[in-house]
């Protein structure tokens, strides 16, 4: 089984899991994303372990073994990416499962179990067409990034609220938004996968500053991301360029 579909195998798996723990359980909303956190990370790591014995594995929800900073191949997994929302019976919840190999998002899956989608990829369709009209800019539903805010000002976008990391990527590769602009703290596993189903998809995915996501580092703390479509990453990436020094740094918020 190539990594791709692995990866899709194990976000379909997980994802199952995860909803049948929100329709069956009757704990507080707390405990609700806290089990699906424990329960989908062990059945992921499982799966993976059983697949790929030879891979490193970077999880939110696990203790950080460093020796996989001198591994090229290492998945970098969240079980379960939108636990708010997840724990609010929302739907914009997903699951990320994805690869780096020599710290480049090579594979992976974004599954959004409440919607019964998995993005991966393998299996990408064609870049739609540009539509016309204003840009549309997904970002937090609860604590849009300043700099979100002042980029769609200047490009003429508009603002879209929406719950997790994943499911704000997907809806640009999906065709409902053109952007998706975070600021102020986000992690590998907030956006490897979500990276490497859009860059494969012939999105644009980089640093606010329009350098290269890398992974596997030390510190897998990765505070910014742009995933947009291409024809919107130099405009992006230029307004980002006027606005940021004069508006400095985020602190970490929701991704």
């Known amino acids: 089984m190539s990594d791709a579909a692995l990866a899709r195998s194990i976000a379909d798996e997980a994802g199952a899991l995860l909803r049948d723990i929100r329709a069956t359980a009757t704990c507080s909303?707390?405990?609700?994303?806290?089990?699906?956190?424990?329960?989908?990370?062990?059945?992921?790591?499982?799966?993976?372990?059983?697949?790929?014995?030879?891979?490193?594995?970077?999880?939110?929800?696990s203790l950080d073994d460093r020796a996989r900073c001198a591994a090229r191949r290492v998945w970098i997994i969240d079980p379960l990416d939108g636990t708010r929302e997840y724990s609010e019976r929302l739907n914009d919840w997903a699951v990320h499962i994805g690869l780096a190999i020599d710290g480049v998002p090579a594979s992976g899956a974004v599954a959004l179990p409440a919607c019964g989608r998995t993005f991966a990829t393998d299996d990408t369709a064609p870049l739609p067409a540009l539509p016309p009209g204003r840009p549309r800019m997904v970002v937090s539903r609860t604590r849009a990034p300043v700099i979100a805010t002042l980029v769609a000002e200047a490009i003429g976008a508009?603002?879209?609220?929406?719950?997790?990391?994943?499911?704000?990527?997907?809806?640009?590769?999906?065709?409902?938004?053109?952007?998706?602009?975070?600021?102020?703290?986000?992690?590998?596993?907030?956006?490897?996968?979500?990276?490497?189903?859009?860059?494969?998809?012939?999105?644009?995915?980089?640093?606010?500053?329009?350098?290269?996501?890398?992974?596997?580092?030390?510190?897998?703390?990765?505070?910014?991301?742009?995933?947009?479509?291409?024809?919107?990453?130099?405009?992006?990436?230029?307004?980002?360029?006027?606005?940021?020094?004069?508006?400095?740094?985020?602190?970490?918020?929701?991704?």
């Open 158 to 255: 508009n603002l879209v609220p929406m719950g997790s990391a994943g499911a704000k990527a997907m809806a640009v590769v999906a065709g409902d938004a053109e952007i998706y602009l975070h600021d102020g703290g986000q992690y590998e596993w907030d956006n490897c996968a979500p990276a490497a189903v859009a860059m494969a998809a012939g999105f644009h995915a980089s640093r606010i500053d329009g350098s290269p996501l890398v992974y596997n580092c030390i510190d897998p703390l990765l505070p910014d991301l742009l995933i947009c479509r291409p024809e919107w990453a130099a405009p992006v990436l230029a307004a980002i360029a006027r606005l940021r020094p004069a508006q400095g740094p985020e602190q970490p918020q929701q991704s």
């Open 29 to 61: 909303d707390r405990e609700l994303g806290q089990r699906g956190d424990r329960e989908a990370n062990l059945l992921i790591i499982d799966r993976l372990r059983a697949a790929r014995p030879d891979d490193f594995i970077l999880s939110e929800e």
